[in-house]
């Protein structure tokens, strides 16, 4: 019999989003305008960790020589996902869980 993995708690932390705004498909809003959350982090810049972010997150776009709102510097890349996925807590969780990933916020549109 195999156990579940225990959360991390602290994993949690470092995940910048109000999930109390999102329901279960991962949409904010009222019912006739509901709208997914973009979210944004830093990785470094190696195609490696590239490719371990998007078979974590399919919604994940890399956006390389851009800082972002969160600050990437020129070591890393930009990388913005959404909400809008199956089980987008535990996509999240994942990400966060990643060595490398220090935060995650939520993206804000200008």
Not at 18 to 44: H, T, W
């Amino acid at each position: 019999m195999t156990h579940p993995v225990k959360e991390d708690a602290t994993v949690w932390k470092k995940i910048k989003l109000d999930f109390r705004s999102l329901d279960a498909e991962g949409l904010s809003g009222k019912a006739d305008g509901k709208v997914s959350l973009n979210y944004e982090f830093c990785i470094p810049a190696e195609p490696r960790k590239w490719k371990q972010v998007r078979k974590i997150d399919p919604s994940a776009t890399v956006q390389k020589g851009s800082k972002g709102r969160i600050g990437c510097n020129e070591q890393q890349w930009l990388v913005i996902g959404s909400t809008h996925q199956k089980n987008y807590q535990r996509v999240l969780y994942e990400l966060a869980s990643l060595p490398y990933v220090d935060r995650i916020e939520q993206t804000y549109w200008e």
